[in-house]
C-alpha cells in the first residue's frame, strides 16, 4: 500500500491519500480523541503523540498536529493509516453516524434561500475546500447571515477568514442576494 501525502494551506495539517476509499460520501471531522470513539481509523490516529484532530473523507484523511514537528510524527502516522486498512476493521462503526459532517435543516420562510446556499456549498465549495483536505459544513441562516463550521485542514488555517469573507461570502451574495454576512461558528 502506497500512501500519498501533500501539504494543505494550513501549516498544522497533512492530507494523507490511501489511495483507496476512506468514507466514499460525507466526512467525519473528530477535534479531540474522546470524539473519535466511532471510528477506529480516527482512534488509531490520536494514538500517535502529538496528533490534535483527525478529519475522514470519501478518499483522504487529514491529520492535524499539535507542537510535534512532522517529519517526527508521519512515519508513525504512515503506519497507524497502513496497519489499520490492512487489518480490514470498517474505517467508521455503524453506530458512527453522529460524527458525519452534513447541513442543518432549515424549515419556514427561509427554506429555499437555504436550499440554494446549501446547494452552492456543496456544487462549488465544498469540492474546493476538500481539494485541501478540509470540510465546510451549513449551521444555519438568521437575518441574512450565513453561519458555516470549517473542518479539517481549513479549521485554524490562516487563510480560512480571507476565504469565508473574501470567497465564500462574496460568491453567496452574488448568487443569493438575502446573504449580507459570512460567520464562522
Request: glycine share 12%.
Amino acid at each position: 500500500m502506497f500512501i500519498q501525502t501533500e501539504t494543505t494551506p494550513n501549516p498544522a495539517t497533512l492530507k494523507f491519500l490511501p489511495g483507496r476509499e476512506v468514507l466514499g460520501q460525507g466526512t467525519a471531522n473528530f477535534p479531540t480523541a474522546d470524539a473519535a470513539a466511532p471510528s477506529p481509523l480516527a482512534q488509531r490516529l490520536f494514538e500517535v503523540d502529538g496528533v490534535t484532530g483527525v478529519m475522514l473523507g470519501g478518499d483522504f484523511i487529514t491529520v492535524t498536529k499539535g507542537d510535534a514537528e512532522w517529519h517526527h510524527i508521519k512515519p508513525a502516522i504512515l503506519g497507524a493509516i497502513m496497519d489499520h486498512f490492512t487489518s480490514g476493521r470498517p474505517v467508521m462503526e455503524a453506530a458512527g453516524g453522529a460524527a458525519m459532517s452534513g447541513h442543518a435543516q432549515h424549515e419556514g420562510e427561509d427554506a429555499e434561500i437555504v436550499e440554494q446556499i446549501t446547494e452552492l456549498l456543496d456544487s462549488r465549495v465544498r469540492p474546493a475546500v476538500a481539494a485541501d483536505g478540509g470540510d465546510i459544513v451549513f449551521h444555519g441562516f438568521k437575518n441574512g447571515v450565513v453561519y458555516l463550521h470549517m473542518q479539517g485542514a481549513c479549521a485554524g488555517c490562516p487563510s480560512s477568514t480571507i476565504t469565508l469573507k473574501n470567497g465564500i461570502e462574496n460568491m453567496l451574495r452574488h448568487y443569493v442576494p438575502e446573504v449580507v454576512a459570512v460567520e464562522q461558528v
